[in-house]
């Protein structure tokens, strides 16, 4: 059981799980920004676009409703919502990932700095030490 807790220790105070961690968490927070980006902004743009559309209330009724039954409809409005919202929430992390892609790339191609010319003493050390070999 000890060896079981160690083995689990281990595993959880890696860092690809701590970053899996916050990246999930993360992931849900943004998740919350572009649902409402999507459906506050874009979507009634979009539907302005179309005739003033609400794309959320687009539905085919299969079967009315009654007293003792609700409607039966199919919701393809709500389906070319979550559409848009994959389109748009792909877009952005496919940004994020080439702009932090890009600054990598710039951190990796940055030159290194050129070497100090040595001072007068180390220049006349090497002088000395180059004359005495020569002896």
């Known amino acids: 059981m000890k060896k079981i807790f160690n083995e689990f220790k281990e595993f959880i105070s890696r860092g690809n799980v701590i970053d899996l961690a916050v990246g999930v968490i993360m992931g849900s927070a ?4 572009v649902t409402s980006l999507v459906n506050d902004i874009f ?34 409005g709500n389906f070319i919502q979550n559409v848009v919202n994959f389109l748009l929430v792909a877009a952005v992390i496919f940004l994020i990932v080439k702009l932090i892609n890009k600054l990598r790339k710039k ?28 002896k």
Request: aromatic share 6%.
């Open 43 to 76: 979507m009634p743009v979009i539907g302005l676009i179309f005739g003033g559309i609400d794309f959320t209330s687009l539905r085919i009724v299969l079967s009315p409703a009654t007293e003792t039954a609700e409607e039966a409809a199919l919701c393809y």
């Open 107 to 134: 951190k990796e191609e940055a030159p290194a700095p050129a070497p100090a010319e040595p001072s007068e003493e180390v220049l006349l050390l090497r002088e000395i030490r180059d004359e005495l070999k020569n």
């Open 30 to 33: 943004f998740t919350a920004i």
